[in-house]
């Protein structure tokens, strides 16, 4: 008898359906399987006849052919047992093969018929959703991920039987549901750290919150333990909660990476922080087959590069694309794919190799060697930073002062007015942030009083810019002037723009 069911291949971030058929039929005792697969999806066999044997079902001896179409995507991964069981088990006719139309399943078995969780489940429902199926079973552990989706069934199941059960018997698995909209209608209850805790270093919390605002790229440079991740892990927090559309996009992106919380979606930000010594692969994403990268995990978030000169040159000079196009290309014989990394880039520097530079009683290094410590970031990617804030080491009287710190709230405030005004500036054009202007426009959208402009040609000059850091400043100085809600740029503006761009030979 013949049988078939759906279920998904993961192919980078996407889901594809794929169509599991099985036919059993008399003659020499066999398993096959065939549908272009992996070395994983092959071992299924042995998993899915022994979990249908310890679930307590038999079957006798047959030809069983299996196979998984369409033949020209690469199927991976555990996924694909419980829909070759539940295929198999109909078509030996434990029960009609007609009540799998429009069902959708997917999960790994364990020799002993339990169902595991397996990765990429959140656009898996999506993407079955999409075929017009009515309703899926999934593994007990992805079930909260599944039923983020609205729209369609979802079940979770534990084991094997439980499944079987619910096609034969009266015995129903759960529906899950979660109602996304009433969600989202709440405030989450908030994991990240405060900015509260952070005592002084008042500049370089400045400096996070301009960058906020206008989704300005930043680079902090300072001492060893003067709190520059501090303050980096603490700007997810200051940036606007994701709405549905967003997490859900975020979200499908961990789900593949099997990095989503026990929620099943994400609310707040990401924030990333991969250590220096990350291999360019796990930093932009690739593999075998695909995975996404620190980059794309980072997606509407942000990355924290934390020791900028000591990753490897490779690794930053593949940032260059993604930091110009919001994604990544990556091309393998199997097809290309285009994973989402639209981040904000938070890096933070020592002034030196021993970090404590130009403090000459502690910081024995060489001229020459700070240099080239410092050099080791590329301009091309030093380009692409629009605020260098200095971290200094934290006063005494700072640091014993009794809180009177701005909250993560106070700012964020502040943040969102601003990003606001930016959403009516920039509605029907192609951008979004200040930070996406480039110099054609910067005239249009950032009007200056004349003053201003005689101030800048006189930076210009004294600080030796060029045309690019220029531009910077301008566009700094547009956010500085959001966050105080003036349309128009004024001297103060500038000043602080200034502020926090070095002379160019001094980067
Ligand atoms: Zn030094």
Redesign the pocket.
């Known amino acids: 008898m013949f049988s078939k069911v759906r279920s998904a291949a993961i192919c980078g971030i996407e889901s594809r359906i794929v169509s599991v058929e099985v036919d059993v039929a008399n003659g020499l005792p066999q398993f096959s399987m065939v549908g272009f697969l992996n070395a994983q999806v092959r071992e299924a066999q042995d998993r899915v006849r022994t979990a249908i044997k310890n679930s307590g079902y038999s079957l006798a001896p047959k030809k069983v052919t299996v196979n998984l179409a369409p033949a020209d995507i690469r199927k991976s991964g555990p996924g694909f047992d419980l829909p070759i069981a539940v295929a198999v088990m109909a078509s030996y006719g434990f029960f009609p093969g007609d009540m799998l139309e429009r069902i959708f399943l997917a999960g790994e078995l364990g020799l002993d018929g339990s169902i595991r969780g397996i990765c990429g489940v959140l656009g898996m429902v999506l993407e079955a959703r999409r075929a017009g199926c009515e309703s899926c079973i999934i593994p007990e552990a992805n079930v909260r991920e599944g039923a983020v989706i609205q729209g369609i069934q979802v079940f979770g199941a534990g084991h094997l039987k439980e499944v079987v059960e619910h096609f034969i018997s009266c015995r129903k698995l759960h529906i899950a549901s979660i109602n996304i909209e009433e969600m989202f209608s709440e405030m989450p209850v908030r994991t990240m750290p405060d900015f509260a805790d952070i005592k002084g270093q008042h500049t370089v919390k400045r400096a996070a919150e301009i960058a906020a605002a206008g989704m300005h790229n930043l680079l902090i440079s300072g001492t060893p333990g003067s709190g520059k991740t501090m303050i980096a892990s603490r700007i997810p927090g200051i940036l606007p909660l994701m709405d549905i559309e967003e997490s859900l996009e975020v979200s499908k992106i961990h789900s593949v990476a099997g990095l989503l919380p026990s929620t099943g979606i994400l609310r707040e930000r990401p924030f990333r922080m991969p250590h220096h010594t990350v291999s360019p692969v796990a930093l932009t994403g690739g593999g075998g087959v695909p995975r996404p990268g620190e980059i794309s995990l980072a997606h509407r978030g942000v990355l924290y590069l934390d020791e900028l000169p000591e990753f490897q040159k490779e690794a930053l000079e593949i940032l260059r694309q993604p930091l110009e196009e919001g994604e990544i290309r990556i091309s393998r014989n199997s097809g290309q794919y285009v994973f989402p990394a639209d981040f904000m880039l938070v890096a933070s520097r020592n002034p030196?190799?021993?970090?404590?530079?130009p403090d000459r009683t502690r910081?024995?290094?060489h001229e020459h060697e700070?240099m080239r410590y410092l050099h080791k970031i590329s301009r091309p990617l030093l380009d692409r930073i629009d605020l260098h804030a200095e971290a200094e080491q934290v006063q005494y009287e700072e640091l014993v002062q009794e809180s009177g710190e701005e909250t993560t709230a106070q700012i964020r405030k502040r943040v969102l007015a601003a990003q606001s005004l930016q959403k009516i500036r920039y509605d029907g054009s192609r951008f979004r942030f200040n930070a996406e202007l480039t110099a054609a426009e910067l005239e249009h959208y950032c009007p200056m009083e004349d003053e201003v402009k005689a101030q800048l040609k006189h930076v210009y000059e004294q600080k030796r810019l060029t045309a690019r850091s220029y531009h910077k400043v301008i566009k700094v100085a547009r956010t500085i002037a959001d966050l105080e809600g003036c349309e128009v740029i004024g001297l103060r503006h500038l000043g602080e723009a200034v502020y926090y761009r070095p002379a160019d030979g001094l980067q």
């Open positions: 030196c190799k021993c970090g404590y530079y910081c024995h290094c700070v």
